[in-house]
């Protein structure tokens, strides 16, 4: 995926190009279950690398969960011209890069959805966002299935056996 700065920006939900050092900071809060979800993308010191974070903040955590949950990081980096290209991600802890289909695709989307339900004050559902983005089952060659002929079939015999002399 690779795609200049500004089109980067635009898809993890900024809207405007970062300078080094800063940061782009989303944030809402559950008073009811007392969760904080946080969401920010920075741009590193010398605006080389860009990432994207989003975590949970428990004010009671859970049993077995810490008092901050790390939900998803990602990592961009110029390639080459003024292209930039997304180089990990993990959701969950878990990298699968290597097991997904357009990956860094999948990955962004997943972000900026989240800053749209943080957007819209409420607890992104992690599961749910992941489902219908990095776990979305795509295929190569735009997800087709099926579908009708690759070529055309042609009769070796000409038409109405005009030059075999069988006509009208």
Request: with cysteine.
């Amino acid at each position: 995926m690779r795609c200049i700065i500004k089109e980067l920006m635009d898809n993890l939900g900024v809207g405007y190009t970062l300078s080094a050092y800063e940061t782009a900071p989303w944030s809402v809060y559950d008073d009811d279950d007392g969760i904080t979800c946080s969401a920010e993308v920075r741009m590193g010191s010398d605006a080389d690398e860009i990432e994207a974070e989003i975590q949970f903040m428990y004010d009671e955590p859970p049993a077995g969960k810490q008092a901050v949950e790390h939900v998803f990081w990602l990592l961009a980096k110029p390639a080459a011209g003024d292209k930039w290209d997304v180089k990990t991600a993990k959701v969950k802890g878990e990298d699968k890069t290597a097991d997904i289909f357009q990956w860094e695709e999948k990955a962004v989307e997943f972000f900026f959805l989240c800053v749209q339900e943080i957007q819209a004050d409420k607890i992104p559902d992690i599961d749910e966002i992941y489902e219908k983005t990095i776990n979305r089952k795509d295929k190569f060659g735009g997800g087709g299935s099926g579908g009708g002929r690759k070529g055309q079939k042609f009769s070796a015999t000409p038409a109405m056996k005009m030059k075999g002399g069988g006509g009208m």
